[in-house]
């Protein structure tokens, strides 16, 4: 792996030098513009509007817009002083708990390594972090960016995960049409919580793919290959109406789980939809409108609207 940044971890008085590399990858397909009238794929030319023509690396600089149109200029060695980056330090400023940090925060993980002589320090502290159930809050400068981040254990290495500034984080209070309070039936919330627990299974990450990616690289290769790219019809959206309560109901008969064997270590399979919940969607169906029902078959996941 592609080494992206050298430093060293500091807590307390301990130095930790490390290497960090990526540990995620961007598997988005990347396509080009084409000039659709001989095929040439284009190019973007930095130009000036005012004096009309293309302009060099070296004659631009970087500058804030402070009022419109109106501009404050940084060169590069300015902004370079202002940078932290030249310390190259990870500097752990408290430990506390994983959970005490929300998802929303998290941005990008990459690998740490122990690095030159570092490798007794780095062992103490992942082994330290590792019994103590502890994660790093510490500050980062990377490509010329401040961060905060995370340093964690994932099994034998730590792990940096940067993370948000609070004022980066945008208010909920500027979501539109939220409830002021929530509402709902109590029998209702009882059956939902009763689904999502029939629904709760142990997470699989490698179950999971990118469908779409999938399909655009084989339509690539078909016409690399020159064959005819044919793109199955749209499926319908499901259009029956049904009572919310016989939804919840039949979701719950369709995903009843089958009693394992006395010592079978297999995950709890799922029963097919039985007569009654067929029965319960039925009746629903014929009287009352509410909610686009879920479909199922052969007990396989899906999501249902509620």
């Known amino acids: 792996m592609l080494t992206v940044w050298k430093g060293a971890i500091s807590f307390g008085l301990v130095h930790v030098p ?27 030319v930095r130009t000036c509007p005012v004096c009309e023509q293309e ?31 030249a310390n190259k330090a990870i500097t752990i400023m408290d430990f506390v708990d994983l959970k005490e940090i929300d998802p929303i925060y998290f941005q990008k993980t990459y690998y740490l390594s122990p690095d030159h002589a ?13 019994q103590t159930g502890k994660i790093g809050v510490a500050k980062i400068s990377i490509r010329s960016k401040s961060s905060l ?14 993370i948000f500034y609070p004022d980066e984080i945008r208010s909920i209070e500027k979501v539109p049409n939220l409830p002021e309070q929530i509402n709902v039936n109590d029998k209702e919330l009882g059956m ?33 290959a020159g064959e005819e790219v044919k793109i199955a019809p749209e499926q319908k959206q499901q259009a029956n109406v049904v009572d919310l309560m016989a939804a919840l109901q039949a979701s719950i008969e369709a995903v009843k789980p089958i009693a394992p064997d006395p010592g079978e270590a297999t995950p709890r399979k799922r029963a097919r939809k039985t007569p009654a919940a067929k029965k319960a969607a039925e009746t629903a169906e014929a009287e009352a409108p509410a909610v686009t029902a879920p479909k199922r078959t052969r007990g396989k996941k899906t999501k249902e609207s509620v």
């Open 118 to 130: 570092g490798a007794n320090a780095y062992n103490l502290l992942l082994e330290a972090m590792r």
């Open 55 to 85: 302009v060099g690396w070296d004659d631009i600089s970087k500058g804030y817009e402070y009022e419109k149109g109106k501009f404050v200029l940084f060169e590069k060695e300015e902004l370079e002083q202002l940078n932290d980056e």
């Open 192 to 224: 939902a919580k009763l689904l999502i627990e029939q629904l709760s299974t142990p997470f699989e990450p490698q179950k999971y793919t990118d469908d779409y990616r999938e399909r655009v690289l084989a339509a690539i290769q078909q016409k690399v």
């Open 18 to 44: 490390v290497k960090m590399f990526a540990a995620t990858e961007d598997k988005d397909i990347s396509m080009r513009y084409i000039h659709k009238v001989c095929g040439s794929p284009l190019s973007y």
């Open 149 to 162: 981040a995370a340093i964690r254990v994932i099994d034998r290495c730590l792990a940096i995960e940067t």
